[in-house]
């Protein structure tokens, strides 16, 4: 699964470090969410959108 999470934290001028604490996550999460490494369940989906203030749907492509 392709993301968009690193360019709308780069639009937030947020650290992958405070994305992070902002969700509940450890760091290395987020870094595998970006690569597309990892499948986020629909709770932390929805959490990552709300911290970047978009919706799920902008946020990954399947």
């Known amino acids: 699964m392709k993301t968009r999470i690193?360019?709308?934290?780069a639009?937030?001028?947020l650290t992958q470090?405070?994305?992070a604490d902002k969700v509940g996550v450890r760091r290395e999460t987020?870094?595998?969410l970006?690569?597309?490494k990892y499948n986020p369940s629909l709770k932390l989906a929805y959490d990552?959108?709300?911290a970047l203030k978009t919706q799920?749907?902008?946020l990954?492509?399947?």
Do not use: M, Q, T
Request: aromatic share 12%; charged share 40%.
């Open 6 to 9: 690193k360019e709308f934290r």
């Open 11 to 13: 639009k937030l001028n």
């Open 17 to 19: 470090e405070e994305l």
């Open 30 to 32: 987020i870094v595998f």
């Open 34 to 36: 970006e690569k597309g």
């Open 48 to 50: 990552v959108a709300h």
């Open 56 to 58: 799920i749907e902008e």
């Open 60 to 62: 990954f492509i399947i």
